[in-house]
C-alpha cells in the first residue's frame, strides 16, 4: 500500500532488471494475470515478463516474455503461463523484468532518497519492495537488494 500523494508520474525501468513488490495475497485466490500501469511506452524490447516470488524469494509463477508488453501508454498485464493458486495468507512480491533498448516509464511509488526505505530497519527483514541487476530473465530464487522506487503492480 503507498499513499496516493506518494505516486510518480513515471519511473523509466532499466534494461535487465528485476523489480519486485511486496503485497498480500490470500489462501485459495487464483492469480492469472499480473500488470502495472505505463505512462511512456518502450521499445526495441527482445524480453519482458513478470513473475509471482514467495517471501523466500522463489519463484513461483510467470508469464511467458512478451515483447509488446510496455509498448502501449496505460495499464497492461500479463497472463501467467499456468494458474498460480495462493497457498497460504501472507506477503508474496510482484515482479516484472524488461530487456531491450528503451525501457518503458511506469507508475512508481517514490521511497525517497536513500534505498535503505525499501526495506524494515532491521537488515534481515522482508524487503518492501527490491530489485536484482544484471538478469537476462527472472531468476528461480531472486538475490535482491534494496530499490530507491517501487513498481505499482496489480494481480488478477
Known amino acids: 500500500n503507498h499513499d496516493p500523494r506518494s505516486l510518480s508520474t513515471g519511473k523509466i525501468g532499466t534494461t535487465q532488471i528485476v523489480h519486485g513488490n511486496l503485497v498480500g495475497l490470500t489462501a485459495g485466490d487464483v492469480i492469472t494475470r499480473v500488470g502495472c500501469c505505463f505512462t511512456v511506452v518502450?521499445?526495441?524490447?527482445?524480453?519482458?515478463?513478470?513473475?509471482?516470488?514467495?517471501?523466500?524469494?522463489?519463484?513461483?509463477?510467470?508469464?511467458?516474455s512478451d515483447?509488446?508488453?510496455?509498448?502501449?501508454?496505460?495499464?497492461?498485464?500479463l497472463p501467467l503461463s499456468?494458474?498460480?493458486?495462493?497457498?497460504?495468507?501472507?506477503?508474496?512480491?510482484?515482479?516484472?523484468?524488461y530487456v531491450g533498448t528503451t525501457m518503458p516509464t511506469y507508475l512508481a511509488a517514490l521511497g525517497g532518497v536513500i534505498s535503505q526505505q525499501s526495506q524494515l530497519p532491521d537488515s534481515n527483514s522482508t524487503f518492501l519492495y527490491w530489485q536484482q541487476t544484471g538478469q537476462a530473465d527472472l531468476p528461480a530464487t531472486a538475490t535482491p537488494i534494496a530499490s530507491l522506487h517501487s513498481h505499482l503492480y496489480y494481480a488478477q
Request: with cysteine.
Open 67 to 77: 515483447t509488446t508488453f510496455g509498448t502501449n501508454l496505460g495499464y497492461a498485464s
Open 82 to 97: 499456468s494458474p498460480f493458486v495462493v497457498p497460504y495468507n501472507g506477503p508474496f512480491y510482484l515482479a516484472d523484468l
Open 42 to 64: 518502450g521499445s526495441g524490447l527482445t524480453l519482458c515478463r513478470v513473475g509471482i516470488y514467495d517471501v523466500n524469494l522463489n519463484l513461483v509463477a510467470s508469464s511467458a
